[in-house]
C-alpha cells in the first residue's frame, strides 16, 4: 500500500481505510517532527522515547507498539472525540485490543493515578497538570472501580508510565524503522 499515504501531498485524497502500517508510521515521520504537545519534545520524539522505555521495561510487543502510538490521534483531524479516542478508534482497522485498548485508556490511567496517589499529580509535567482539568479532573469512586476492573487497565498504566517519562528533551532513541517490524508483527488485520 506505499504510495497511498494520506500524509504524502500526491496522495491527498486516498481514504484514511486505504493506509497500511506504514503509513501510520508515516504520519509520525510527517507530522510528528513539527508537532509539539506543549512538551520540550515533538510528537515523534515523545512517541519514540515512550516505546523505548516501554522496550526497555520488557514490555509486549502490543504494549511497546501502543506506547509508540499512543498520541497518534494528535496527528488525526481534529474532532469531537478526545485524542486518545481518535487515535484508539483509528487504529482497530489493524490492531487489536492488546494495542488499542491502552491507548484509550492512557487518559484515564493518568486521572486514576491523579485520584489514588496525591504524589503522582505532583510528578507530573506542567503542560499534563495543566490538562489534568480539561480531560475530566479525579475520578469518582465508581469511575475508579470502573478502570481498575478494566482487562487492559494494568497496561494503561504502564503505558502512563511511559508516557510520563517520555518528555525530556535530546534523549538519544532508536528511530521509527527500528520499530517498523514490532509494528508489523502485531498487526492483527
Ligand atoms: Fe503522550
Redo the contacts with the bound molecule.
Keep these: 500500500m506505499r504510495g497511498r499515504c494520506r500524509w504524502g501531498r500526491s496522495n491527498a485524497g486516498a481514504s484514511v481505510t486505504d493506509l497500511a502500517v506504514d503509513d501510520v508510521l508515516g504520519a509520525l515521520r510527517a507530522r510528528g517532527r513539527e508537532a509539539y504537545?506543549g512538551e520540550p519534545v515533538t510528537v515523534t520524539e515523545?512517541?519514540l522515547q515512550?516505546a523505548m522505555a516501554a522496550e526497555a521495561d520488557g514490555a509486549p510487543a502490543e504494549l511497546v507498539v501502543a506506547a509508540l502510538l499512543?498520541?497518534i490521534g494528535w496527528l488525526l483531524h481534529e474532532g469531537p472525540r478526545p485524542h486518545e479516542e481518535r487515535g484508539a478508534a483509528y487504529l482497530e482497522r489493524w490492531f487489536g485490543p492488546a494495542v488499542t485498548e491502552p491507548i484509550r485508556l492512557?487518559v484515564a490511567a493518568k486521572r486514576y493515578l491523579c485520584t489514588i496517589d496525591p504524589d503522582y499529580r505532583g510528578r507530573l509535567s506542567a503542560e499534563s497538570r495543566r490538562t489534568l482539568g480539561r480531560q475530566g479532573g479525579l475520578l469518582d469512586e465508581e469511575a475508579r472501580e470502573a478502570f481498575a476492573a478494566h482487562p487492559y487497565a494494568a497496561h494503561a498504566l504502564r503505558l502512563r508510565h511511559y508516557?510520563d517519562l517520555?518528555k525530556v528533551p535530546g534523549v538519544d532513541t532508536p528511530d521509527l524503522d527500528h520499530f517498523a517490524a514490532l509494528v508489523e508483527s502485531v498487526r492483527a488485520r
Design positions: 504537545l515523545h512517541s515512550a499512543h498520541d492512557h508516557d517520555a
